[in-house]
């Protein structure tokens, strides 16, 4: 195996900033495991890094499909693991970093996904089109409970994907994530999950939220709409971007437009909380007051 390292968290968790410090000390490059920052044209809204915040770090898999363009897991998986092998063949040391736990587990575990299950997705998709997520959320409540109450209903493409898995193979999604978690590692990673005190982090999730609208989140939605990306793409689905886009309808004041992304956030950090509480073997707290460098120089102290 070879080594790899992981950086992981919550929105508004400082990963990015703890990733480029982490790459100057171990001569790395980064690849993204963000579910959102994958679409071009996308940038303010998924948070993406600046030119200046990657201080010339080589970051991968950002800007790699356009916002009406499938994408999965799977495809992630083959992609990732592609630019990790490039990496390592040059001498460098990949670091992983995102927030999206279900790519960072199918990048550094030996994740199988089913080969049969589109049919069945397209259903369910269409499905979700025709009555809603709330509608396919309680089909999954009805036949696994278990997956029901870790995927939110908003998450539509997650629950359809547990809806087809269980329709192509008879299994629940809920066993098949349980197994997945078991599987060996297929890297020599170092995973460190980032944290910090709630209170804290929503403060920085909320100060987050309006230094998008400062930096022109509503314009940018409003440009992508104006190239043709409706509000039903799973990429226009992101928290930031259907909360835009129901203002523009005029289901709701921008100020609550605002305050919803504000409190969606919050919600995704929580679950995000939970999903890396029950995966990582190491966690770092990033108290304020402390530099970067030196927990990250700590932590490598004690690899």
């Known amino acids: 195996m070879k080594d790899i390292y992981v950086i992981a968290g919550p929105t508004a968790s400082g990963k990015t900033a703890v990733a480029v410090e982490l790459a100057k000390l171990v001569n790395g490059e980064i690849v993204s495991a963000d579910s959102m920052q994958i679409y071009k044209g996308m940038d303010i809204g998924t948070a993406k890094p600046a030119e ?14 356009k916002p009406d363009e499938p994408y ?4 992630y998986q083959q992609q990732a693991r592609s630019i990790i092998n490039d990496i390592h063949s040059r001498n460098q040391t990949p670091i992983l970093c995102g927030g999206t736990g279900f790519y960072i587990n199918a990048v550094i575990y030996d994740v199988q996904f089913a080969q049969d299950e589109d049919p069945h997705a397209l259903y369910f998709a269409d499905m979700a089109a025709k009555k809603g997520s709330n509608h396919i959320h309680s089909l999954l409540q009805a036949t696994d409970p278990k997956a029901a109450c870790a ?19 008879g299994k629940l999604f809920s066993e098949y994530n349980a197994l997945q978690k078991k599987q060996p590692e ?3 990673s170092v995973f460190i999950c980032l944290n910090m005190e709630r209170q804290q982090l929503y403060d920085r999730i909320n100060q987050r939220v309006l230094n998008m609208i400062n930096a022109g989140l509503e314009n940018e939605v409003e ?16 928290i930031g971007y259907k909360e835009i886009i129901k203002y523009f309808l005029g289901n709701c004041t921008r100020e609550d437009a605002i305050s919803n992304i504000q409190q969606n956030s919050r919600h995704y950090a929580k679950r995000q909380i939970t999903w890396f509480k029950h995966q990582n073997p190491y966690a770092i707290n990033m108290p304020a007051g ?10 490598i102290s004690l690899l």
């Open 186 to 188: 297929i890297y020599n």
């Open 290 to 299: 402390v530099k970067i460098p030196e927990i990250i120089a700590q932590e």
């Open 72 to 75: 999965s897991a799977a495809l």
């Open 151 to 169: 995927i939110h209903p908003n998450n539509i493409k997650r629950v359809i994907r547990a809806l087809s898995y269980n329709r192509a193979t």
């Open 223 to 238: 440009r992508l709409i104006s190239q043709g990306y409706h509000k039903d793409l799973v990429s226009m689905q992101g």
């Open 52 to 65: 200046e915040e990657k201080d010339s770090i080589p970051h991968h898999m950002i800007d790699i499909v």
